[in-house]
């Protein structure tokens, strides 16, 4: 019933829906065996192991393309027909070597281009994607870049012109129109890491010529009524677990300025962190980082406090491998259009695989984790999201415990490393019939 009133109240609004599924960080290991020892605790590569291989990932471990043709052939029965899929980055494992690093996300690249033939393809970089970690510099001479860009423009679908490709090729990073209207920007914001020694904010106000691109291309989009998301790897913001800012200073100072002066783009989408999130921007932050670095006078007066309302929300997305702990996760979006051809990002639904069910119970199907649709109010959905969305969620959760719970959950998206010993534990009084249970887990042993 809540659906139907739902569908009915937006019907007048949105004279189109569409979709875009978002898959970021596989880091794809080849040597992944399921396998782990205490030799290499890092990965799975051992040959045999006191546990039992694991097929389709390992807490704590990099998948091979197993687990990665699992995602792509549950996209494909759960939505075949997207009108564009976003590839957000680290493609390549952690451990790999930089002579694997081309071969692996050529092969993580072409198993989409495979199943989904005429789709967009839109990829971006991230820092396990270089060939030495974070270590991405500029064209055009760029051998790793040209190469690349040849696979991704040999399908027809990733590259609209020449000039898309030739921004590729200069810094990694270029724009697609999907849609009559829409603009995805993806930009290489590995360049902006502190960890990314090419660069200095001293010597470089912008790695590859990227923020003077960045700014004509927001431009451009915006003279030409196009709405806007934008797309990169890594996030300009606190990594959220050891206070560690994952750009270098200057240039989220450029970041934040832009979007400053192009309000009209509600959010942007990034990966690298393995977890469900966002972050707000708000006046006092653009403010704040102004001073840091010396902009604006430390005196200059502040946004007052009526006015600090964000007005601009980056997105984190879970992972498809589950190395942090993580069960693996993938988005769907929707975009919709309203009446005046502006295109709105108007819900996602988050899948995940539970690794163990998948492993214990051979249960391989994905599972809906939540639509973020069931925790805004219709006026928000039909805005589309962006910060008011995220702002309200925020504001529940500080005065929900409940809500904060739920939403916990979901960080890690569901993932619960000692399921199985907790549910044995809580089925068997002796040590015998836990073993057994906590070794096969799954439906007969817990009975
Ligand atoms: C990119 O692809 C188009 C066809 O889709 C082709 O005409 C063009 O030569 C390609 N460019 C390069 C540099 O490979
Ligand atoms: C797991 O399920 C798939 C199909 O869902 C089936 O083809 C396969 O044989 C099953 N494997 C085991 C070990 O039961």
């Excluded at 807490?59 to 957000?88: A, R």
């Excluded at 192009?262 to 001073?291: C, E, K, T």
Aim: glycine share 6%; net charge negative.
């Amino acid at each position: 019933m809540r659906l139907l009133l739902f569908a009915i109240a937006l019907l007048p609004f949105y004279v189109r829906a569409e979709s875009f599924w978002l898959v970021t960080d596989f880091h794809m290991d080849s040597h992944y065996t399921g396998y782990v020892d205490s030799s290499q605790p890092k990965n799975c590569w051992a040959q045999k192991g006191s546990a039992p291989p694991q097929t389709f990932g390992r807490y704590g471990c990099d998948p091979n393309m197993e687990l990665v043709n699992l995602f792509t052939g549950s996209m494909k029965t759960i939505d075949p027909k997207p009108s564009f899929i976003l590839l957000n980055g680290d493609f390549c494992g952690h451990d790999i070597s930089s002579g694997e690093k081309f071969d692996t996300v050529r092969t993580v690249y072409q198993s989409y281009a495979q199943s989904f033939p005429n789709v967009p393809l839109l990829p971006s970089l991230g820092n396990d994607d270089a060939l030495d970690n974070y270590q991405l510099a500029c064209g055009p001479n760029n051998d790793y870049y040209n190469k690349l860009s040849e696979v991704f423009n040999a399908t027809g679908m990733t590259f609209q012109t020449s000039d898309d490709m030739a921004t590729f090729q200069r810094g990694g990073y270029y724009s697609y129109s999907p849609l009559p209207n829409l603009r995805i920007i993806v930009l290489n914001t590995v360049l902006y890491s502190p960890s990314n020694r090419n660069f200095d904010t001293s010597r470089d106000s912008d790695p590859c010529g990227q923020f003077a691109w960045l700014q004509t291309t927001m431009a451009k989009a915006q003279q030409k009524g196009e709405s806007v998301v934008v797309m990169a790897h890594i996030p300009p913001t606190d990594n959220g677990y050891d206070s560690q800012f994952l750009w270098r200073d200057a240039y989220a100072d450029r970041w934040f300025s832009l979007l400053s002066a192009n309000r009209q783009i509600p959010l942007s989408i990034f990966g690298h962190l393995h977890h469900d999130g966002w972050v707000l921007l708000r006046p006092s932050d653009v403010h704040a980082l102004a001073v840091r670095v010396g902009r604006i006078p430390a005196n200059a007066p502040a946004p007052n406090r009526a006015d600090d309302v964000p007005f601009h929300a980056h997105l984190y997305a879970p992972s498809v491998t589950p190395s942090q702990g993580n069960n693996p996760g993938i988005r769907r979006f929707t975009l919709a259009q309203d009446g005046a051809s502006k295109w709105l990002v108007g819900d996602y639904n988050q899948y995940f695989l539970d690794i163990e069910r998948a492993y214990f119970m051979n249960k391989t199907a994905l599972t809906l984790g939540y639509s973020i649709s069931d925790h805004l109010r219709p006026t928000e959905v039909k805005i589309g999201l962006g910060p008011v969305a995220f702002t309200t969620l925020a504001m529940q959760m500080a005065s929900n415990a409940r809500i904060y719970a739920e939403w916990s959950m979901r960080h890690e998206v569901y993932s619960s490393l000692k399921q199985h010993q907790y549910l044995c534990a809580m089925m068997h009084s002796s040590r015998e019939q836990y073993n057994q249970c906590v070794a096969t887990y799954g439906g007969a042993a817990m009975m």
